[in-house]
């Protein structure tokens, strides 16, 4: 099953996703989009503990559990962000991160 | 050209293009839309390696939990009808050119790098295998991340409650907004 | 060996008089606080004559010398492993004579104030300062070494500014207690200059040790050479600044007839008999040195004092506030017993000027204090310093008439006054070492018979000036004084001082040259025939002898302008090209760089607030930022 296609393009493309993510997060105005690109970082972190697991240590299970649990940490993260989002909503009735800045000098 | 590889390639596109379109697009539902692709796809690699129980949860709890609830979300934010202006010049910019930098440099040192693949043979990963492992808490047992996971979880869940519900019969200001 | 540890108490007693009078004085009625200081003085005064009585008649004489006594001495500051500071008390003659002059001229100063001040507001104020003059003026001349001298120079110099602006709501007392101040404390720059070169070339303070024949000072003489003078030599010359600031020679005596600001017997106490002969008294002190090391010192010594005592001599025929003349008189005196110095040598007969400066700084002392007393009385019953409101007074102030007509046939060299004894030595000490410097003074002395006689004539006799209220003698304290002085200045001419006070501690013996003495009497008689003529009787010779040396009379009238040149060279030159440029430099330099630094820090301070912006993108910005320029360094560029 591994043969065929080397380790580093599964890595070259966690990279990549990460990256894409990590500029929607320093681009986007919407909190939610924000979150979204939350996601994306999130995501590409998983395939890379799996595919090193399932290449470099096939005999041991760390990589495979611990994407599970990065799984569920993203999930119990989201909720709260969402939350919180509602929150500022009702607070400021924008979503809009810039507009979210009183937390400064 | 194995299957193997028409598949990961097929996956990766998909991945990769629709992520870019995640955040570049001017339309926040069409986003998400995106989103839930890349995660559908990403579950598709899953399989791929063999792990099924792994895609079978990122379906589950990704693609079918954490999307739906940010599309709740929209909907309650009433954004559902907003399109976006176009992000700064300068902004973007800066942004593409830290995010490029930062990939080259991943992928630069992930190509020098000689992986050393192991001699062992890979161990079938079975449900049994699975369900034993998160339960057991001799070697190579996840009890204690399990339960960890568990007070996260619960921690979250009243943390949200918390942050999200309204204020109490205390605020003057929500009293006569619910008189009204 | 007599032990004298007991004069620890002269200097004690006066300065716990201070410390009670400043601190509790105006608690105490102010008769009380008079007579406690007047009581502390009285005490020193006799434990003073009791010191005077031991050292000189029962003390000890080596080789017929008397010896320096150190009576008490403990180290202050160590300075080096050979370098120190002492406090202490030397016994020896000049400083046993001085003890001697001093106390008995502030004692009657104090008797006499209880009198003179009387009523005036801050007393007591007055007391205590009079108590730290005493304690200031005896720590001087008790000094052990030079730079105890040094403290109390200082000291004495403050207590004259707080006596002199003691009526610190006249404007004119409070500029000239500050202009003596600051013109005795440029000169004291010199004097600190002069200690530390030649402490540093002797590695010591103490007096002794600098004396001593066959010590550092003396025997290494001239060592380093500078500018064709040796360096001891320069330093004897720097000290010396230090006198001529402190005694009021020219060019530094301008503070002097300023200082009449003071109270009267102020001026009687500090600046007539004790403390402006510090300066005499320092050129004394180091006199081998000056004598057998410096004799180029010296002899700027004994020009300055001769062309001081002729400039005062002529400022003081012109002068019409009676104090004024006093200074000016002051001035010329202390001129002649700095040219005695300058003019003697060192040994026995050698050092007959010695002997006669200080013979005629006791004289001077008694019959200068008598003068001023006096005037202090005239001032006292016409309300006037001026003698233009005086005439006839002989009438009704007879004591002091009598007493002030004594003083003047003192300070006349008349016989068989004191006056005569110790003039006639400084005469004849001059004209055996220089006949020019001869001339100068025997001019003065005529001149100071002309216009003290001039003084006597015109609050004595002459026409009667119409008096609001009659003029009253003074009360008792006030004239017992007089009498005490006036007997001082009557009998001392007698005591045989050669066989005291001289050079080198031996005694020696002295005769009048009649050779110098007839012509110096008769010098006085015709200044004492031309003032009598003047101004017995009212005459209009001396305005018409005005009238033809106009320009003479007019600038020695005006002091020759000295003062004006003074303000001229610190205004004008010194203020402008010197204080404002740094003035200037400081403020906008040295200031302006500090604020600078100030604004620099506030302005970057605000730009980088900027960094906290409330914007969570920018923070996640230079977050991965950081971390991708961290990953370029750790990866590539560390090895």
Request: glycine share 8%; aromatic share 14%; hydrophobic share 55%.
């Amino acid at each position: 099953m591994n043969t065929g296609i080397p380790l580093t393009y599964f890595l070259i493309l966690a990279a990549i996703m990460f990256f894409v993510g990590v500029y929607g997060f320093l681009t986007r105005r919407n909190l939610i989009t924000i979150l979204m690109s939350l996601e994306l970082i999130l995501n590409s972190v998983n395939i890379n503990f799996v595919a090193f697991n399932r290449y470099l240590f096939p005999h041991k299970l760390e990589g495979f559990f611990f994407s599970l649990f990065i799984i569920a940490v993203a999930a119990a993260e989201a909720a709260v962000a969402i939350a919180i989002i509602i929150n500022i909503y009702r607070r400021f009735t924008t979503i809009n991160v810039e507009d979210v800045d009183t937390m400064k000098y | 050209m194995t299957a193997n590889q028409i598949m990961f390639f097929l996956f990766s596109a998909v991945i990769i293009v629709c992520s870019i379109l995640t955040v570049t697009s001017r339309r926040i539902l069409r986003a998400a839309t995106y989103l839930l692709f890349v995660l559908v796809s990403s579950a598709g690699l899953y399989f791929m390696l063999n792990y099924q129980f792994l895609a079978a949860v990122q379906l589950t709890l990704y693609a079918g939990g954490i999307v739906v609830l940010i599309i709740f979300s929209i909907l309650l934010t009433s954004q559902i009808s907003q399109k976006f202006e176009s992000v700064g010049w300068k902004k973007s910019i800066f942004s593409a050119i830290a995010s490029i930098a930062g990939a080259l440099i991943t992928i630069i040192t992930i190509l020098d790098f000689n992986f050393s693949a192991a001699n062992e043979a890979a161990r079938e990963v079975d449900m049994h295998l699975i369900g034993n492992s998160l339960l057991s808490v001799g070697k190579d047992g996840y009890a204690l991340p399990f339960e960890v996971i568990t007070i996260l979880l619960l921690a979250a869940m009243v943390a949200a409650i918390v942050i999200a519900k309204k204020a109490g019969p205390k605020d003057p200001q929500s009293q006569t907004s619910k008189q009204e | 060996m007599i032990n004298f540890t007991y004069t620890v108490s002269i200097l004690i007693i006066p300065f716990l008089m201070f410390i009670l009078l400043g601190l509790a004085g105006h608690k105490l009625k102010p008769k009380l606080s008079g007579l406690l200081g007047t009581a502390g003085l009285g005490v020193i005064t006799a434990l003073s004559y009791l010191t005077a009585f031991f050292y000189f008649f029962r003390g000890e004489r080596i080789d017929g010398a008397f010896q320096k006594i150190t009576a008490y001495n403990s180290t202050w500051l160590q300075l080096t492993d050979k370098l120190h500071i002492d406090m202490g008390i030397l016994i020896d003659p000049i400083s046993v004579m001085m003890l001697i002059v001093i106390t008995t001229v502030s004692l009657m100063v104090h008797i006499y104030s209880l009198g003179y001040m009387k009523g005036e507001k801050g007393f007591e104020r007055y007391y205590a300062f009079l108590s730290l003059f005493s304690f200031s003026m005896l720590g001087l001349v008790l000094s052990t070494n030079i730079f105890q001298m040094y403290i109390f120079w200082e000291l004495v110099g403050i207590s004259s500014y707080l006596l002199i602006g003691f009526y610190y709501q006249k404007p004119s007392a409070v500029s000239a207690s500050k202009k003596a101040f600051i013109v005795t404390r440029f000169a004291d720059l010199g004097f600190l200059i002069g200690i530390l070169i030649l402490s540093y070339n002797t590695k010591t303070f103490d007096f002794i040790t600098l004396t001593d024949l066959n010590g550092p000072a003396i025997s290494q003489g001239s060592g380093i050479s500078f500018l064709g003078l040796s360096v001891i030599t320069w330093s004897m010359i720097f000290v010396f600044m230090g006198g001529v600031g402190k005694s009021a020679m020219f060019p530094f005596h301008i503070w002097l007839p300023d200082a009449m600001e003071g109270p009267t017997p102020v001026s009687a106490l500090i600046h007539a008999a004790t403390m402006v002969v510090a300066g005499v008294y320092l050129v004394a002190r180091m006199f081998p040195i000056y004598a057998l090391s410096a004799p180029a010192a010296l002899n700027i010594v004994a020009w300055v004092g001769a062309f001081s005592s002729l400039f005062a001599a002529i400022i003081a025929c012109t002068q019409t506030d009676i104090k004024r003349v006093l200074a000016y008189s002051t001035i010329s005196q202390i001129g002649y017993m700095m040219l005695a110095l300058g003019v003697s040598g060192y040994g026995g007969h050698e050092g007959l000027g010695y002997m006669a400066s200080m013979f005629h700084l006791f004289t001077h002392a008694m019959f200068k204090a008598l003068l001023f007393l006096g005037a202090g009385a005239i001032i006292h019953a016409v309300h006037s310093n001026y003698m233009n409101n005086m005439g006839g007074l002989r009438k009704y102030l007879p004591i002091t008439h009598i007493t002030f007509l004594i003083a003047c046939l003192t300070i006349a060299g008349i016989p068989p006054f004191s006056g005569f004894f110790s003039k006639d030595e400084i005469l004849a000490a001059a004209f055996h070492h220089n006949k020019v410097l001869f001339a100068v003074e025997y001019a003065v002395a005529g001149i100071t018979a002309f216009y003290m006689f001039r003084l006597y004539f015109n609050i004595f006799w002459g026409e009667e000036m119409r008096y609001e209220h009659t003029p009253h003698e003074a009360p008792a304290t006030m004239t017992i004084p007089l009498i005490v002085l006036a007997i001082g200045a009557a009998i001392s001419g007698f005591i045989p001082f050669s066989h005291l006070v001289t050079s080198d501690g031996k005694a020696f013996e002295t005769e009048i040259e009649w050779g110098v003495a007839v012509p110096s009497v008769l010098i006085g008689l015709l200044g004492i025939g031309i003032a009598y003529i003047f101004y017995a009787k009212k005459s209009p010779l001396p305005d018409k002898l005005a009238a033809t040396f106009k320009y003479t009379y007019r600038w020695a009238y005006n002091k020759f302008y000295i003062d004006e040149i003074y303000l001229f060279i610190t205004k004008k030159i010194i203020f402008r090209y010197v204080s404002e440029p740094v003035a200037w430099f400081d403020r906008h330099i040295v200031d302006g760089t500090m604020n600078a630094i100030a604004s620099v820090t506030q302005t970057v301070s605000f730009r980088i607030r900027g960094f906290q912006s409330g914007q969570i993108q920018k923070y996640v910005f230079v977050f991965i930022s950081g971390i991708v320029l961290l990953a370029l360094i750790l990866i590539y560029m560390w090895r």
